[in-house]
């Protein structure tokens, strides 16, 4: 059993990010060929009030967005709530890459939803007509998109890890409540 202070140095090296994770940061930040989108949603207290958070990552350049989304019906929905950040994020795409980035050659949309990869794939995503739909607006928006290759992807365990973008979607999702981590 380990105890007192060597138990805070072990937490204190758990959350320094490894050279590898230092390195992966570093080489999505400059990279000019794609540009990455980390997409997170957080709910205020199971009251239907989402907050979504979006960061885009590449040509030396982060910009963080965010926004409140309220939908009482699907209140502690996560999923809903996922699904809305990514719309959200394509949404800002075409005005982000007009004014803020230049055209890369694809964009990938990170979304830690268990079910994001399959969603060009799958005719339903859930059984809940209200997310198929949201769902099928994501398919409408990814098949028409003209602008550039695009992708959207499951972000596992090992991807979140240690990943300050992400880690700014998801700050971002909660300070429009006033939370912290």
């Not at 590898?20 to 949603?41: G, H, I, M, S």
């Not at 596992?156 to 998801?170: F, I, V």
Request: hydrophobic share 35%.
């Amino acid at each position: 059993m380990v105890q007192g202070n060597r138990k805070q140095q072990l937490m204190r090296r758990e959350k320094v990010p490894t050279t590898e994770a230092k390195e992966r940061a570093e080489k999505w930040l400059f990279d000019n060929e794609t540009l990455r989108v980390f997409v997170d949603a957080s709910e205020l207290n199971y009251q239907g009030i989402f907050g979504l958070g979006v960061c885009f990552v590449g040509q030396g350049k982060t910009l963080v967005k965010s926004k409140k989304h309220y939908n009482l019906p699907l209140k502690t929905n996560s999923v809903y709530a996922e699904i809305v950040a990514i719309d959200y994020a394509l949404d800002l795409l075409k005005k982000v890459m007009c004014y803020r980035f230049d055209q890369p050659l694809k964009v990938v949309i990170y979304s830690d939803c268990i079910g994001i990869s399959s969603l060009e794939s799958k005719p339903e995503l859930t059984r809940q007509p209200a997310i198929n739909e949201l769902a099928e607006q994501i398919k409408k928006k990814y098949q028409f998109n003209s602008i550039t290759e695009l992708e959207i992807s499951y972000m596992d365990k090992g991807l979140k890890r240690y990943n300050p973008y992400y880690r700014a979607a998801h700050n971002a999702s909660r300070k429009l409540f006033g939370k912290s981590k």
